[in-house]
């Protein structure tokens, strides 16, 4: 963000108050008014969806579980939902402060159109606050507190398209937080065949889960942690609500991956691990692919070290003993379980480096080498 | 710890049924304050307690809910003369809250060169919030860079209301609008969030004099504002111990809702808990029992 020293703040105030508007950009040509402007004429102020309204002006929010009650000009624990005057507002709807084009394997999604690109967009905020979270500088502010462009949902399509992304993934902070544009967004894509992945840690009520999944293809959720100790003490928020969205993902029949950020000494309990792969196995299925994935020090934990390889490869056999068919090891590039192998022959089906894709041995969703059905969505 | 002294002004005519405020009569309000709680005969005299004339000094304002249930700017202003005249300069005193647009809604006149003191928001061009993150207990944020780095001493220049989260809004809970992400920080009745941001030693040893507005105070359904719950009670809270001054306030809300029929804050499950909290052994930021506080209460007419 650009900073001024206090002199040189005070300083060019005094010059530009002797000056007329010129052009944006240059600190000592703008106007008074234009150096004390306000970041927030940068919000959207359209309507939120999924609130309820209360007594005096006050709501409650019902886009997630800590359902928020909000007073008069306060926000929600998200930093990106506003009362005023009693109704609710999204304040980043088509506020992009992130936008790339990715290999669809970064999300990750190992298992959904491989080798394709996905046009990434996020916008300011999260409803959690993961005292490890990588992102931190555009998750956990407001969004007055950065810069931001308008990409309104017909834009954000048509640039997947003139990309040459075959999806759009909504990803960086939350994208939970910012549902509404999301949901345009993802309605804008699908008109034009083009796919919508969502990347979350799954805090978000039934409700609107099940609206989102009418118009998304895949979701890899981030599961942070097997004990509410865990989800408390570290993202400030339950473990039971992103359980139950696990859960809900299933019925809907929607794809779907996971990622596991362990972090030493917090989450790599080899006893957790295994109630969480039984728990995954009885309540998921064996087919829904699992990244365990190396945690570097970020943010609120700079004092941990980076995850020693030894525990990622411990949580894989666990995982694999538990009869988990898919499990992956994830921000160790070279490391051979970045690679997919048949469940059936043990043959690699599809040779990543990172998030290269080296070969494809798959055919019509299947193994190339003995038939089997690989769970995904290949095309 | 030692006895806390809090002083509470009252004057009827310090504001009218329109809500307009005599600047003169709040400034004999605030003269009277200091010169109370600093046992000093002279006014510049008792500000020297607090600031030199070569400080540079925040005023924090509690801008968020508009114009009638804000910090007025004549009580900013007026402590602004104040400080003028023990020789400070204007152009080192700094009103402020987060947003220029919260300041021009409860009446301030940005000002980043002009005549008089500056007033402007974190969120002005240039100036933002500093890169490092600080962590204390349970608080990581980053902090206005006019708190950090524009200003050497701190004047924290709240409004009292009733808050549906927190019990109450008072002094401690304004610091909430030093840092980036106080949204973060409203689970559990804002507890002990306020209470860990208010004792770290980054915050507390900036603070100098709690100074609080409380010409109206919103007795229920804050903190934004609602009439029929609004009550003219002309008065500033004043005092040096953070805690002491919001259980001042505290008592004062209680006894204005009781006046008006409403059962008190504990009994609604909307009790304050961080301010007890504040004044535990592991904050230890100040006196939160009456005991230990010297509570002055100065009626001017």
């Given at each position: 963000m650009f900073r001024l020293s206090r002199r040189e703040f005070l300083k060019s105030s005094a010059l530009a108050g002797a000056t007329s508007l010129l052009p944006f950009g240059s600190i000592l040509n703008l106007s008074q008014e234009a150096l004390a402007s306000e970041r927030d004429e940068n919000l959207s102020w359209v309507e939120a969806k999924y609130y309820d309204k209360l007594q005096n002006r006050e709501i409650q929010c019902q886009l997630c579980p800590r359902e928020c009650r909000v007073g008069d000009r306060e926000r929600g624990y998200c930093g990106v939902r506003e009362n005023r005057d009693g109704i609710y507002y999204t304040l980043v709807y088509s506020k992009v402060c992130s936008a790339n084009v990715d290999p669809i394997e970064k999300?990750?999604?190992?298992?959904?159109?491989?080798?394709?690109?996905?046009?990434?967009?996020?916008?300011?905020?999260?409803?959690?606050?993961?005292?490890?979270?990588?992102?931190?500088?555009?998750?956990?502010?407001?969004?007055?507190?950065?810069?931001?462009?308008?990409?309104?949902?017909?834009?954000?399509?048509?640039?997947a398209m003139d990309t040459g992304s075959k999806s759009i993934a909504y990803t960086y902070t939350e994208p939970m937080v910012f549902y509404e544009y999301m949901l345009d967004c993802a309605k804008a894509g699908k008109a034009r065949n083009i796919r919508n992945v969502v990347v979350s840690a799954g805090y978000i009520k039934k409700e609107p889960l099940i609206e989102l999944c009418k118009y998304v293809d895949a979701i890899k959720i981030d599961f942070k942690g097997f004990t509410e100790k865990y989800y408390q003490d570290i993202c400030h928020a339950e473990l039971k609500p992103v359980m139950e969205t696990l859960i809900e993902l299933k019925k809907i029949g929607i794809w779907y991956e996971m990622v596991y950020l362990m972090l030493p000494t917090l989450n790599d309990d080899p006893k957790d691990i295994k109630s969480m792969c039984d728990w995954m196995v009885r309540n998921l299925g064996v087919d829904v692919p699992i990244h365990f994935t190396r945690f570097y020090p970020m943010y609120l934990l700079k004092n941990l070290p980076t995850t020693p390889v030894s525990s990622l490869e411990r949580a894989k056999e666990i995982a694999d003993e538990a009869g988990m068919k898919f499990v992956y090891i994830g921000n160790v590039p070279g490391h051979k379980a970045e690679s997919t192998y048949c469940p059936k022959c043990k043959n690699k089906l599809i040779d990543r480096t990172g998030y290269r894709i080296n070969e494809m041995n798959l055919k019509d969703g299947k193994c190339k080498f003995c038939n089997e059905v690989i769970p995904g969505v290949w095309r | 710890m030692s006895k806390s002294r809090v002083i509470v002004v009252r004057h009827t005519r310090v504001s009218d049924k329109s809500g307009r405020v005599d600047s003169n009569v709040l400034s004999s309000m605030l003269s009277a304050g200091i010169l109370k709680?600093?046992?000093?005969?002279?006014?510049?005299?008792?500000?020297?307690?607090?600031?030199?004339?070569?400080?540079?000094?925040?005023?924090?304002?509690?801008?968020?809910?508009?114009?009638?249930?804000?910090?007025?700017?004549?009580?900013?202003?007026?402590?602004?003369?104040?400080?003028?005249?023990?020789?400070?300069?204007?152009?080192?005193?700094?009103?402020?809250?987060?947003?220029?647009?919260?300041?021009?809604?409860?009446?301030?006149?940005?000002?980043?060169?002009?005549?008089?003191?500056?007033?402007?928001?974190?969120?002005?061009?240039?100036?933002?919030?500093?890169?490092?993150?600080?962590?204390?207990?349970?608080?990581?944020?980053?902090?206005?860079?006019?708190?950090?780095?524009?200003?050497?001493?701190?004047?924290?220049?709240?409004?009292?209301?009733?808050?549906?989260?927190?019990?109450?809004?008072?002094?401690?809970?304004?610091?909430?609008?030093?840092?980036?992400?106080?949204?973060?920080?409203?689970?559990?009745?804002?507890?002990?969030?306020?209470?860990?941001?208010?004792?770290?030693?980054?915050?507390?040893?900036?603070?100098?004099?709690?100074?609080?507005?409380?010409?109206?105070?919103?007795?229920?359904?804050?903190?934004?504002?609602?009439?029929?719950?609004?009550?003219?009670?002309?008065?500033?809270?004043?005092?040096?111990?953070?805690?002491?001054?919001?259980?001042?306030?505290?008592?004062?809300?209680?006894?204005?809702?009781?006046?008006?029929?409403?059962?008190?804050?504990?009994?609604?499950?909307?009790?304050?808990?961080?301010?007890?909290t504040a004044a535990d052994v592991e904050h230890n930021l100040g006196n939160v029992d009456l005991k230990n506080i010297d509570l002055v209460e100065l009626k001017l007419d």
């Open positions: 999300k990750p999604f190992f298992h959904f159109l491989p080798g394709t690109e996905a046009f990434s967009i996020a916008t300011a905020g999260c409803n959690l606050n993961c005292k490890f979270c990588q992102n931190w500088e555009i998750s956990q502010v407001r969004p007055e507190q950065i810069n931001s462009f308008n990409l309104p949902p017909e834009k954000t399509a048509q640039y | 709680l600093t046992q000093e005969k002279d006014t510049s005299d008792g500000l020297s307690h607090f600031f030199n004339p070569t400080d540079h000094i925040g005023m924090k304002t509690n801008c968020l809910s508009g114009k009638n249930s804000s910090t007025h700017p004549e009580l900013a202003y007026a402590i602004s003369s104040m400080l003028g005249k023990s020789g400070v300069k204007n152009k080192n005193i700094f009103i402020w809250d987060r947003s220029n647009r919260e300041l021009k809604e409860a009446g301030f006149k940005i000002n980043t060169s002009g005549d008089g003191p500056r007033c402007f928001g974190t969120d002005s061009y240039g100036v933002g919030y500093a890169e490092k993150l600080y962590t204390y207990k349970n608080i990581g944020s980053l902090f206005s860079r006019i708190f950090i780095d524009f200003t050497d001493t701190q004047i924290n220049l709240p409004v009292l209301k009733d808050h549906t989260l927190a019990g109450i809004t008072c002094g401690m809970k304004n610091l909430f609008g030093i840092i980036h992400n106080p949204n973060k920080y409203h689970s559990n009745n804002c507890d002990p969030y306020v209470a860990d941001l208010s004792s770290m030693p980054l915050v507390k040893n900036k603070i100098k004099l709690i100074i609080c507005d409380c010409i109206g105070v919103q007795y229920n359904a804050g903190p934004s504002f609602h009439p029929q719950w609004w009550e003219k009670y002309d008065g500033i809270l004043m005092g040096t111990d953070q805690v002491a001054v919001d259980f001042v306030g505290y008592t004062i809300l209680d006894q204005i809702r009781a006046k008006s029929g409403l059962p008190p804050l504990k009994k609604i499950g909307e009790e304050p808990k961080y301010i007890f």
